[in-house]
């Protein structure tokens, strides 16, 4: 199921870059949570799909060829820890981002259950292992 898992995942990568995120939704339990780093100002944690789903619609709305890049992904049973680069602009400001971050996913039956986002990758890699 881990081989499974971590394809959904890299997926999942290829369909929100495309900017299809009804394919996403469509791989997430109705009770995803989706939890900001803490490092992002007004960091939040989005319950439910009626939640999860707008929010990364909003990417769009901020950001101009947001795309997030992986570099590894990995499964362990029901986790997936996926290291991505962020690279984008910003729609308003102009700004070029380009962030290494990772993504947990926690999975049940096929599907996200969860989605932690962090900046700091030790802590990540600790969690994906404990």
């Known amino acids: 199921m881990s081989h499974d898992n971590v394809e959904i ?19 997430m339990t109705s009770d995803i949570s989706w939890t900001d780093s803490n490092e992002v100002p007004g960091a939040k ?3 439910g799909v009626d939640e999860v789903r707008p929010y990364l619609e ?11 890049e992986p570099q590894e992904i990995r499964g ?5 820890l996926a290291v991505v680069r962020f690279v984008a602009r910003g729609r308003h400001s102009g700004a070029d981002v380009d962030a290494k971050l990772s993504h947990l ?6 599907k996200g259950a969860k989605v932690v ?3 700091d990758h030790d802590q990540a890699e ?5």
């Not at 909003?58 to 997030?68: K, L, T």
């Not at 362990?76 to 997936?80: A, I, L, M, S």
Request: glycine content about 10%.
């Open 9 to 27: 995942v890299r997926e999942g990568y290829a369909h929100f870059n495309r900017g299809d995120i009804g394919w996403m939704v469509e791989r």
């Open 45 to 47: 944690t989005y319950r």
């Open 58 to 68: 909003s990417f769009r709305r901020v950001w101009e060829e947001a795309r997030f």
């Open 76 to 80: 362990n049973d029901d986790k997936v």
């Open 105 to 110: 996913y926690e999975m049940r039956d096929g």
């Open 117 to 119: 986002t962090y900046f």
């Open 126 to 130: 600790r969690d994906f292992l404990g």
